[in-house]
T-cell receptor, first 115, second 111 residues
Framework: DAGVIQSPRHEVTEMGQEVTLRCKPISGHNSLFWYRQTMMRGLELLIYFNNNVPIDDSGMPEDRFSAKMPNASFSTLKIQPSEPRDSAVYFC?????????????FGPGTRLTVL | GENVEQHPSTLSVQEGDSAVIKCTYSDSASNYFPWYKQELGKRPQLIIDIRSNVGEKKDQRIAVTLNKTAKHFSLHITETQPEDSAVYFCACLGGYNKLIFGAGTRLAVHP
C-alpha cells in the first residue's frame, strides 16, 4: 500500500484565493482526520470522518474552512477565501476501527503558504 | 473534556544519556496510548504504543510505561543518539477512534 496520499505537497497562493487540499486514505481504513500544524499552535485536529460521515468539525477555525468525503477513498479540505494566517502544514491521517487497530497513519502533508 | 498534558516542552541531553517525556490524560475510559516522532519537515510517525492491559512495553532503546490509576504515561529513551532529535507527541484514544495529542516535546541530543 502507498500509504496516505496528499496533494499538492506545496501550495503557494495569494490572499483571497480558494485552496483545495486532497487526501486519499489507506485502502480499508474507515476513519479520516484532517490536522493543521503551526509552530505557534502545534498539531490541531480540524475535522474527522468515520465511514465518510463527518463526526466532529469543532476544530474547523472558521466558516471559510470546509471538508468533504464523498467516498471512502477521497477527501478534500477547502479554504475559501484564504488568508495569510492559514499558512501551515495540513496533514491528513487515516486509521481503522477494525478489531484493536487504532494506529493513525499520517500523509506527507501539504505545506500551504498564503501571501 | 478530553485533554492530554505533556512535559517538558523542550529537552536537551548529551548523546548517551537517557530522556524521559511524561504525559497525563483526563479521559479514564481511554485504553490506547501511542507515541509519535516527527523529524524536521516530516510527518508524525508511530514509534511505540501501549494498551491499558499492560503497564510497560519495550522496543530496543525505547520504552513506555502506563499508570492507569494515576492517568499518566511516559516515554523513556536510553542511550540517546543524535538521530533521536525530533519532536515527540504523546496521545490517547478518544471517541470515534480520535487521538488526543499532547503539545509535543522537542528533544535535542547533542554529540
Amino acid at each position: 500500500d502507498a500509504g496516505v496520499i496528499q496533494s499538492p505537497r506545496h501550495e503557494v497562493t495569494e490572499m483571497g484565493q480558494e485552496v483545495t487540499l486532497r487526501c486519499k486514505p489507506i485502502s480499508g481504513h474507515n476513519s479520516l482526520f484532517w490536522y493543521r500544524q503551526t509552530m505557534m499552535r502545534g498539531l490541531e485536529l480540524l475535522i474527522y470522518f468515520n465511514n465518510n460521515v463527518p463526526i466532529d468539525d469543532s476544530g474547523m477555525p472558521e466558516d471559510r474552512f470546509s471538508a468533504k468525503m464523498p467516498n471512502a477513498s477521497f477527501s478534500t479540505l477547502k479554504i475559501q477565501p484564504s488568508e495569510p494566517r492559514d499558512s501551515a502544514v495540513y496533514f491528513c491521517a487515516s486509521s481503522s476501527r477494525t478489531g484493536s487497530l487504532n494506529e493513525q497513519f499520517f500523509g506527507p502533508g501539504t505545506r500551504l503558504t498564503v501571501l | 473534556g478530553e485533554n492530554v498534558e505533556q512535559h517538558p516542552s523542550t529537552l536537551s541531553v548529551q548523546e548517551g544519556d537517557s530522556a524521559v517525556i511524561k504525559c497525563t490524560y483526563s479521559d479514564s475510559a481511554s485504553n490506547y496510548f501511542p507515541w509519535y516522532k516527527q523529524e524536521l519537515g516530516k510527518r508524525p510517525q508511530l514509534i511505540i504504543d501501549i494498551r491499558s492491559n499492560v503497564g510497560e512495553k519495550k522496543d530496543q532503546r525505547i520504552a513506555v510505561t502506563l499508570n492507569k490509576t494515576a492517568k499518566h504515561f511516559s516515554l523513556h529513551i536510553t542511550e540517546t543518539q543524535p538521530e533521536d532529535s525530533a519532536v515527540y507527541f504523546c496521545a490517547c484514544l478518544g471517541g470515534y477512534n480520535k487521538l488526543i495529542f499532547g503539545a509535543g516535546t522537542r528533544l535535542a541530543v547533542h554529540p
